[in-house]
């Protein structure tokens, strides 16, 4: 069974960091592309940050690019999205997407595999 789970969220002050991780078992990481997205309560879900399939390239929405690292290890099965210099704006449950298919560099969003969130919370 095709899984992807997400962990790392927390609550953090301005300022802060936070490493998410989406590990995904049942499916080889290395075929797909894997895209973190967030959503803001009362808000549309919004990409944050992609990472295509070999050969390895990144998308970073304007937002967080410059403060947000996203990697993947394909070893353990992982993605990772290092997010540094948090701001409040980044409040959102943030989630992973896989797709074997892809649009550009992100993973096509029918029929893509979803993990169930990570709450994170930038506040003072």
Partial sequence: QLQLVESGGGLVQPGGSLRL???????????????????????????????SSSPTTTYYASSVKGRFTISRDNAKSTVYLQMNGLKPEDTAVYYCAANVLQAGVCPQLVRAHWGQGTQVIVSS
Wanted: net charge positive.
């Fill in 21 to 51: 991780s989406c590990t995904a078992s049942g499916f080889n990481l290395e075929d797909y592309s894997i895209g973190w997205f967030r959503q803001a309560p009362g808000k549309r879900r919004e990409g944050v940050s992609c990472i």
